[in-house]
């Protein structure tokens, strides 16, 4: 519809049917209603196209360019740097499909397998074209994330076996003020996916800070390693999204919640929900009247018999939306 780039693609002399071909061919997963529904577009594309419409090997030709423009797409970021560079791509991903935290590490392994096991000859031939050290960055991408997968396994069997126990913890002003304290929750911070990093440049000052409030999740005792948090404070002090409007800002009657920080593998177990539990207690505690953050559309629903949440802002595709809770 766009009469522009319809008469470039028209002087360039390029087919805009074969295009939407390549486009709908890298669809993704290749299987089921997806497939079936892009397969249907595409065989009237080749009807359209005069180019294709009775030549069946070049039919053959622009669905196997296809193919290999699927797979490039899904290889290409993964060979591009480390696996910290992965791993940052796969949580974005994750914060993009609105997949929950726990099932970051599972998800992404059993993506490299179905590549390796269901695409094995377009993965080999891209692969095989590459330089060495790409290659190198992809299959470590992978093997990184198989050995997390293992050590998610390994820490849900000790938590299953009651090995481990996951203690919310309130920790004390002196603690608070101690640098390895704070080391400690940044580099669980970090592991965050960039969006849900709120207040990045005065996270020290925060942790410091006795009006913001604080909990941490230890292993086994309030005197153990530390897993998790979960940190908060007055709305006002908190610069959102321009879409989110609430109608309780500058009463200061609002604590606003960050995203809760997890080390990876201890999503799942119930460690976040206590957090977040103690952090309202702590709200309580403070005086305040309403609770406010950012969660998980599904998640959002079903707090909404449970805790009397509502939604104060929709945000798609990410289906990350802002709610309210009474405390």
Not at 230 to 250: H, S
Request: charged share 25%; aromatic share 12%.
């Amino acid at each position: 519809m766009d009469k522009k780039l319809r008469n470039l693609l028209d002087v360039a002399g390029l087919d805009l049917e074969i295009i939407k071909v390549l486009i709908l061919r890298t669809t993704y997963p290749w299987n089921g209603e997806l497939k079936e529904n892009a397969e249907r577009q595409i065989e009237q594309c080749f009807k359209n196209s005069e180019l294709t419409k009775n030549n069946e090997p070049f039919q053959e030709h622009i669905l196997r360019l296809g193919w290999y423009l699927s797979v490039v797409d899904r290889v290409s970021g993964y060979t591009l740097g480390n696996f910290s560079k992965a791993m940052e791509m796969a949580k974005m991903n994750a914060h993009a499909l609105a997949w929950r935290p726990s099932s970051i590490v599972r998800s992404s392994v059993a993506y490299f397998e179905e590549l390796l096991n269901k695409e094995t000859e377009m993965c080999k031939i891209i692969l095989k074209s590459l330089p060495k050290h790409m290659r190198k960055n992809f299959f470590n991408t992978v093997l990184s994330f198989m050995k997390l997968r293992q050590q998610e396994i390994t820490i849900q069997a000790d938590f299953a076996y009651e090995n481990l126990k996951l203690v919310p913890t309130i920790e004390q002003m002196q603690t608070r003020n101690n640098p390895e304290f704070i080391k400690t929750l940044y580099s669980i911070y970090e592991e965050l996916p960039a969006p849900l990093q709120f207040a990045k440049e005065n996270f020290k000052d925060s942790v410091k800070n006795p009006e913001v409030i604080l909990n941490t999740l230890r292993l086994n005792d309030c005197k153990g390693e530390i897993v998790g948090f979960a940190k908060g404070g007055l709305l006002e002090t908190y610069q959102l999204r321009p879409e989110v409007k609430d109608e309780n800002y500058g009463y200061k009657n609002t604590v606003f919640l960050e995203p809760l920080a997890l080390k990876m593998g201890y999503w799942g177990l119930q460690g976040g929900s206590e957090m977040r539990h103690m952090f309202i207690m702590q709200s309580h505690a403070k005086k305040y009247k309403f609770l406010t953050s950012f969660a998980l559309r599904d998640v959002i629903r079903a707090r909404i018999e449970k805790e009397k949440a509502e939604f104060v802002a929709l945000f798609d595709p990410e289906r990350w939306d802002y709610y309210r809770v009474p405390i």
